[in-house]
Structures are given as structure tokens and as C-alpha cells.
């Protein structure tokens, strides 16, 4: 490091070393950078001048740390910022209707001959497929008689008391007869919707939105409010309060570790003045959280619920994104709705599968879920930066994406002018599924928008985002 010409701080030669690396090629996006301490070791500089360095590149974004996992290099992101939250006002509640679009993108997610960057959900190459299929084996013989028999509601004691001492992790703790075991998390949210509300009722929902809960809306023959959200914030608390203060809100539905599709991780600030502000108004708030624990840092974020104290609060979550899809095991803590959940799931299908249950139960119970937990989360995390930087490369000039510190998901906000529909149905022409953002809204909203799914990444995927690019350009307006 001896460089006598060099007037800059020596923290600041060591960042540009470093950064001369990465420029060069040596170290790519997603790639793991030296420790400090080896950094420290093969440059001859103090830890606290590596640690420096690596702060410098990390306020200019070339770098990116990760708790309890070190340094990585960061993609060159046009990041989506957000406008003044205070400056936001909730749209009028819209009667939400049936979207053959909608219905057309979940069709898609059967299609194995299509690219998969539409839809939401794990590739199996990163699931533990073989070791759930030896536990399924394994319980159903040794629990022959109750494998084939109805477990009624709230379900499996085994799994609920696993999910129950699992919930320390989210920031709350609940008994195992405080968990009603659910056919997955959309049936959860339904069977909150049903007990908190009627058939004319308006919900809050945060805007852009989970589509099949606002197709899931439509059916149940309510009105969503959408409230402005953006990625570092979430929802908006200062339009709720006003849409709160001028309209009868039955419930409000968010998605505040991870949104779907916005990627956003909600401060536990936010989460806290969210549920009291509801609290002041005795308004349920529906949580779904079933990307809480696929974090890229080294701590689960909080819940909302870990701030409730009047039983407001009906958590809802599965293992859907994190172990097997395919099961269709989730589970739901309603708080004072608890008992109304468990009489309308059982009018809905009496009980969820029995096998299934017991294999989750078996695999929380012998340890195997935060090892696994552990390898996607570094995956999730690799992947989703390598998209980022491919969308960066290949798209439009003037798109902008999230930066998502968890799950999967990447919201992808190309020019104005930019049909996000046309688009879906060009890359349907190449092979390629994609989500289009209007189907995140019921106003109109988002039309330039994708929301792109990173559980996978290989050559295949790198290309099909290429094509994508290019597609994108063609329709993007001229200038």
C-alpha cells in the first residue's frame, strides 16, 4: 500500500483498490468479498481502516454488507426511491373484479415449458425435496392410523407447538392451541377476510398489491382502498390515517416483511405505528408473512403482531415459500378472531392434510429448517443481485428496480410509456413468462412496471433476461 504521491486518507487507496478490483472484473456482482481481518492482513492496514473502506463503498453502493455473512459486491441499480410519504392520499374504494389477466399469469406458473420469471414461487433445485419425501416415508408408517385421518381444526398439535416456538423469532409468543393449522396462506387470509368482514366491506390494502388477494377480494364481494407503499417504508401510515378518517374500513391487509410484489421490508418504527394507529380505531389488521423468514440479514424481522396488544392482529403465514408448495400447509394466529377462523374453516373443508402436517412437523422438529433456511437465504441473495445487474445491463435506459433485502422477488419500473402487458405477451411469444404490474392495482396503476421471480439463476435465466431487455427496449417510447 506504500504510495508516497498519494495524498488521499489511506482508508480511501484501500477502497480504491478495492474498487479497482471490481472495475476489472475480479470480483463480480454477488461475488463475496475478503473478511476484514484477511483484508487487513494482506494489505498490512488496521481492521478499522479496512472497515472504513468497506463503509465508503458501501455509501456509494459499490458494495452491499450482509450481517453476519460479510461484504459483497452490489448491482449497479437505478434504485426506485420514494416520493414523500406525507404528500400521499389514499384512492376512493374500488369494487375489485375478476382479471382474466390475472387468471392467465397463474396459468402460465404450470407451464413448464416457459422461463419462470413471472411466477412467485421457489424452484424444487433449492427445496430439500428428498429429505421431505424420506420424512413423508418415514411418518406416514409410523403414524399409519392418523396419517389417513382427519386432523380437525386448529390441526396438528406436533407442527402448531413447532410453529408456535418458532414465533419467538418473529417477536411474539402465542400457546400451540393459538395456531389454526390452514390449507396454505391464501387460505388464512380468506378465512381472516371472512371473520372480520361482509359482503360491501372495504378493505385497506397496500398499493401495488398481491394480485390473488385482490382477486381474492372480488370473489368475497368487497371493495379495496389502496394505500400508497413504497419499498422502505411500506405502507403509508399518514394516507391510512386519513383513509381511515374518511371511510368505514373493515380490515387492513398488508404484507409487511418482503411485499409482494414491491420486495419491501417494512421498519419495525413503521410496524409498531401501524398497529397502534388500527388499535385506535379497532381495526383488525390482517398480517401476512410468509417471506418473514427468507431475510437476507442475520436476524427474522419483527411481526406486526409482536406489537399487538388488544388481539387485533391475525397473523397469517405457510411454508409455502420456504419448503414445499406443493403441501399447502400455512397456518393463521387470529387473537380474539381465533375462535370464529376455527368454526369457518371447518365449514370451508373440515380439516388440512393430514400427511403433510406431519412431515412439516418432523422436519422443524429434527432441526433441518434453519440449515436450510440458511443456504437460500445466501442463494436468494446472490440471485437476486446477479437479476438486478442483468436488468440494469439489458433494460430500457431510465429503469429503475427495488433493492429488496429478502424473498425472491425483484419490482422492475421501466420508462413512462412502457406496456407492461405488451410486453408479457412479446415474452410469451419467446418462452418467457413475466408478471405485469397493473394486475398489482385495481386503478390503473403501474402499467410500466414488471415483477420478475430470481429463485432461480443460471445461463438459461441470464439469457431469457437478455431477451426480455431487448423486448423491453423495442416497446420502450422514443425520447
Known sequence: MENLTDA???????GGEIAALIEGGTYRVGDRLPSVRQLSSKLS????????????LEDRRVIQARPQSGYYVAPRVPEITAAPLTAQRPSVPVAATYSELCQQVIRNMANRELLPLGSAVPHPSHLPVEKLNRIMSQVTRRFGAQSVSYMMPPGSERLRTQIAQRSILAGF?????????????????QLALRATCRPGDTIAVESPFYFNFLQLIADMGLKALEIPATPREGISIEALEYALEHNRVSACLVIPNFSNPLGGLMPEARKRELVQLLARHEVPLIEDDIYGDLTFGAERPLACKSFDKKGLVIYCSSFSKTLAPGYRVGWAIGG??????ERLKMMA????????QLALAEFLATGGYDHHLRAIRRIYARNISLMADAVARHFPAGTRMTQPAGSFMLWVEMPE????VRLFQRALEHGIGI?????????DKYQNCIRLCSALWDERIERGVETLGRLARELAPTP
Open 8 to 14: 488521499r486518507p489511506l482508508y480511501e487507496r484501500v
Open 173 to 189: 409468543s402465542v400457546r400451540p392451541d393459538q395456531v389454526l393449522i390452514t390449507s396454505g396462506c391464501v387460505e388464512a387470509v
Open 349 to 356: 373443508n373440515l380439516a388440512t392434510s393430514s400427511p403433510p
Open 45 to 56: 492496514v488496521s481492521i478499522n481502516t479496512v472497515l472504513q473502506a468497506y463503509a465508503v
Open 435 to 443: 408478471t405485469p404490474g397493473s394486475i398489482f392495482s385495481l386503478s
Open 336 to 341: 380474539r378472531y381465533q375462535g370464529e377462523m
Open 417 to 420: 410509456g412502457t406496456d407492461s
